[in-house]
């Protein structure tokens, strides 16, 4: 069966931290890992990663993806309490389909 | 419209009561999911539309689920004879196209059942 884990399921951590969040997967047939934040409405699109080892930023986070070991990484860098979220972790088969983690609740404090 | 847009918001219904829930995608995009949120978990797949045609209801959860996407724009999904364990936030999302493209979230619908 397809799953995706993400780990911690939460964290908190002051201003100015940096937070490593993790997802590895077991995935039969693996198309792409996407990142979400989901605030109390919709997931907002992230990142988006197909190949192994190549490093996505968009301003304090970054993200990559380890098609070997079957994982892959988001960190946020300067945390703010605006970075306070859930995010989500999913694979996208080959279906298009996304299957998602449990989400990492993130709590920021100022 | 600018995202994608599904209402009600908030739905509250009896149990055994029908319900139908609404996602007008962002406009242009050929696939469409819905996907279920329980409280505290991440969102599980329920039925995957590409245009009108619907290609995978593998994840809805009984025959008294159903989807439809008519006109290949809007798309509609019925709960027949609700139940307490359909209380859930249910998400739509589309695409460009089916695959390769990121999927994007409307708020969802939070349904209670009472």
């Known amino acids: 069966e397809d799953k995706v884990v993400q780990s911690p399921l939460s964290l908190v951590v002051h201003e100015g931290d940096t937070v490593t969040l993790n997802c590895s997967y077991e995935?039969?047939?693996?198309?792409?890992l996407l990142w979400y934040k989901q605030e109390k409405k919709a997931p907002t699109f992230l990142f988006m990663l197909?190949?192994?080892?190549i490093e996505k930023k968009s301003g304090r986070l970054s993200s990559i993806l380890d098609k070997k070991e079957l994982f892959s990484i988001l960190n946020i860098t300067a945390t703010q309490t605006g970075d306070s979220a859930i995010y989500l972790c999913?694979?996208?088969?080959?279906?298009?389909?996304?299957?998602f983690g449990q989400g990492t609740t993130l709590q920021v404090k100022p | 419209g600018a995202g994608v847009s599904q209402s009600p918001r908030y739905k509250v219904a009896k149990r055994g009561q029908d319900v139908a829930l609404r996602c007008d995608p962002i406009?242009?995009?050929?696939?469409l999911f819905w996907y279920q949120q329980a409280l505290g978990q991440g969102p599980e797949f329920l039925t995957y539309?590409?245009?009108?045609?619907?290609?995978?209801k593998s994840g809805l959860p009984s025959d008294r689920f159903f989807a439809e996407r008519p006109e290949g724009s809007v798309s509609t999904l019925k709960i027949q004879r609700t139940q307490q364990e359909d209380s859930a936030v249910y998400l739509c999302?589309?695409?460009?196209?089916?695959?390769?493209?990121?999927?994007?979230f409307g708020d969802g619908t939070r349904l209670s059942i009472l």
């Open positions: 197909t190949s192994s080892g």
């Open positions: 539309f590409q245009n009108e045609a619907q290609l995978d």
């Open positions: 999913a694979v996208e088969d080959n279906t298009g389909k996304l299957i």
């Open positions: 406009s242009g995009h050929v696939s």
């Open positions: 995935v039969t047939n693996f198309r792409s």
């Open positions: 999302a589309s695409s460009l196209e089916w695959a390769d493209q990121p999927q994007h």
